[in-house]
């Protein structure tokens, strides 16, 4: 998968439209039009300059998730995961990271948020096929983050009411002076 690759570049919804505040449904049909909604995904992610991106941050409410993410090391990791599950950690890899993050719908502003800097993602590919995601480093950090996504969280509601409300500030600050 490439930016030039097939697919049709969607809006990115922003932060306060219901779609990414509420759990996405499971997919159940495993078919064409699955096919062409990743090729979509991943076509609106690289129109964004984005790392990763979930279906509701394109107004679809489906467990899904596309990721174009380097890890610490350098190494490159593509690919998406159809109904992913996340991995509960044991204790010892349960080492925070506090780096910043950001998020396509919560366009300009990054915050720092502790997360664990190891991720384990089960689900599966378009054709239904079983899959395992491990993640370290930024790459952790992404799977978690479009985990959240379908889970109707961003990554501002893991911030303190105060923090949350300058990023949002912030967040219209940049996007008033872009207009």
Do not use: W
């Not at 997919?27 to 076509?43: G, P, W």
């Not at 509960?88 to 990054?110: F, I, K, Q, T």
């Amino acid at each position: 998968m490439s930016d030039s690759g097939p697919g049709t570049a969607r809006p990115i919804t922003i932060v306060g439209n219901p779609v990414l505040h509420h759990p996405c449904s499971a997919v159940e049909k495993f078919d064409e039009e699955l096919a062409t909604l990743i090729d979509d995904m991943f076509a609106s992610m690289y129109a964004a300059e984005g790392v990763g991106l979930a279906a509701n941050q394109i107004g679809v409410p489906l467990r899904i998730f596309v990721y174009d993410c380097h890890d610490d090391d350098g190494v490159q990791h593509i690919g998406h995961v159809v109904n992913p599950t996340l991995a509960e950690l044991p204790p010892d890899r349960r080492n925070l990271d506090d780096s910043a993050e950001g998020c396509l719908s919560v366009p300009g502003p990054h915050h720092e948020l502790p997360r664990p800097d190891y991720a384990v993602i089960t689900g599966f590919d378009l054709k239904g096929e079983p899959i395992r995601v491990e993640g370290t480093g930024y790459f952790a950090r992404c799977l978690q983050h479009e985990f959240d996504h379908l889970e109707g969280r961003l990554y501002i509601d893991r911030l303190t009411k105060r923090q949350r409300k300058n990023v949002l500030a912030e967040m219209e600050r940049m996007r008033a002076g872009a207009a």
